[in-house]
């Protein structure tokens, strides 16, 4: 498994302002795991390594030994930039090997490693990027890129671009629906009600 991964590796942006939310979403707690370590553990089986990037100043949860080796920490250098800043300062983090990068927040409390794989699986020859789309939106933070995608994020940042759709330009995507039986895999949590929701139903599912 080792093997087959090392190609592979994630950028968790955890610095987002959660100003809907009211607290920061990275700490929040779901069945004894903050949502940040969820998000770890998903991805633990299937990337070599991940970063996670945070806000100046921003601490992160505790995470688990066994996840630790895996994990490299950055920062946005520049505040209030989006998510593009975080790309820029966490790809000279990730190792060279890696020219497969899962782009992910950290508020999706439903991503399972079987939903990331799936996207592993369509990222054949013909395509440079699976993005998730969920009711015709496509999601550039729920997908997996090839590295040179993600490259041009600081020139675009310099042009005063800042939304990542900009990334898709001049490349091959497949989009992906989430299962018609699982529609809440993909969903992120942006305000109390839709934490507590998907609290309840994490709960529900994972101590039956």
């Known amino acids: 498994l ?4 090392e190609h592979y590796g994630a950028i968790l942006l955890a610095g987002g302002k959660s100003s809907r939310m009211g607290k920061d979403k990275a700490t929040l707690v779901i ?3 903050t949502m940040l370590e969820r998000l770890l553990l998903s991805l633990h089986p299937i990337v070599a390594e991940t970063v996670v990037i945070r806000a100046p100043g921003q601490t992160i949860p505790k995470i688990p030994q066994k996840l630790r080796d895996s994990i490299r920490l950055g920062w946005d250098s520049v505040e209030g930039q989006g998510p593009l800043q975080g790309i820029v300062d966490a790809l000279p983090l990730l190792n060279s090997k890696i020219d497969k990068v899962f782009l992910l927040t950290c508020d999706l409390p439903n991503l399972t490693t079987e939903w990331l794989q799936t996207l592993r699986d369509i990222l054949t020859e013909e395509y440079d990027i699976v993005c998730t789309e969920e009711n015709d939106i496509t999601n550039p933070l729920l997908a997996l890129y090839r590295r040179p995608v993600l490259e041009p994020a600081s020139k675009l940042l310099a042009e005063g671009k800042r939304r990542p759709i900009s990334l898709w330009e001049g490349w091959r995507m497949a989009r992906l629906s989430a299962p018609e039986e699982t ?3 993909c ?3 942006n305000t109390p009600e839709e934490f507590k929701e998907a609290q309840n139903f994490l709960t529900s599912t994972e101590n039956d």
């Open 2 to 5: 080792a093997i087959m991964n």
């Open 31 to 33: 069945s004894g795991k």
């Open 183 to 185: 529609p809440w895999i």
């Open 187 to 189: 969903r992120d949590v």
